[in-house]
């Protein structure tokens, strides 16, 4: 069971670095934009998932760099979310120039479910009937 | 009525650009950074301060970019707070190479003092007291 | 002699701080964002500009910080240049909410044109005529 | 054979997210600040490095976030490297709260010795042996 988004950006002056190509941690300020659109596709925006108390901090994060981009490339990437077990959550993501095969970077975030306060839940039952709705 | 705080810090290579020299928005980075040293230096961390209810959004920032500083450089930066009038307070804030003169970044930011709510509020009266205090 | 270019995005998650807004330095990321777009529409973006040898670092900004702005809210950036004398440009920029009109933030950036290894040069005339272009 | 360093440092403001804790991404910029202080220990720092010709991009990077870590935090980083082959380094980071033992964040970033012109090369003698020198 998962669901794919596929999302088109471009590389911001800001995050290249003096090796002129994007600065690793931005990646993962990347793969936080690709589940944001990823999680609206299921049709309950993230941001209304927090405001249901649910939240879902990242536990784990792999990240592969493969080929470079630079300021103003425009690249795209496609996020794929899948429940692991009753709460988690695992996004894999996959990020190349538009139009092109050659990963720029892939690699997967791992979240657990929890309430404001921080403590793990199970994922909710709406969000596992919105993941399963999508599929269908 | 000001009270001044000095730190160094080095250039992370996630602050630099392609240009080779530090984004121009790591120099708002690093004001907070200059005023988190300020406030302790009042006897009252920034971070207690909100604790106790009181927050300190930016609401106007200028900053005049001068020398080239370059990943890894050793940076000065001294920041002087004062209150103006009874519900602002303005932090100007001058980086330099550490042991030379010539400004990298000089500049200002003023912010109002509010509540967790976000309302306008005075400064309390336990701050203007501790910045009187550091003054003596 | 000015031109103007709008763009919409939304605040990523990363560009929030614990206030729940976005964190002050974001707004000159995204000035600088609204400029590469401000620059493609002259018909030369500044990725192209910095092929050929102009750069534009930033000599100073300011920003007016207005209403609040959320994770995932959508806003709207309008961004307008025009020369300063020979060697400058200034860059105005307005961000509110998609179809709102309060200010989100505003402000300018002011840009000297340098050559690679950083010397001062006049605006190339390619590019003033390209300025006029999209006037007219 | 590994080299290890240590370094502190306190959570910045910009680096909170809206979770109130630290943004995810930041615990690579913060890996980065630890490698530099790695380096400057084997007697050549990385700016050094780059300045002869030998940069060490981030081809893999892998994150464990644990405990939370909230502004102003005062952490531990220590960061042990050791070249794997002749052509890679990997550097393994463990983030602690300063006189704790719980991981804040743990993981490793694999790097490729290239040059300036990005084609990988082998690790150059003189740094093996810097690394050797600190060893003994």
Chains 1, 2, 3, 4 share one sequence.
Not at 53 to 66: A, T
Not at 68 to 92: F, H, S
Not at 107 to 134: L, S
């Amino acid at each position: 069971m998962s669901v794919e988004s596929v999302v088109q950006f471009r590389v911001r002056y800001s995050e290249t670095d003096q090796m002129g190509t994007y600065s690793n941690s931005s990646a993962l300020d990347w793969f936080e934009c690709g589940r944001t659109e990823f999680f609206r596709q299921t049709g309950t925006s993230y941001a209304e998932m927090e405001d249901r108390g649910v939240l879902l901090p990242v536990i784990e994060s792999y990240i592969k760099y493969g080929g470079r981009a630079k300021y103003d490339d425009l690249l795209e990437m496609t996020t794929t979310g899948r429940l692991v077990g009753k709460a988690r959550i695992r996004c894999d993501v996959r990020i190349v120039h538009a139009g092109a095969s050659k990963p720029v970077a892939e690699g997967y975030t791992i979240h657990a479910f929890v309430n404001p306060a921080g403590k793990p839940i199970r994922a909710p039952k709406w969000f596992i009937e919105a993941m399963d709705a999508v599929l269908r």
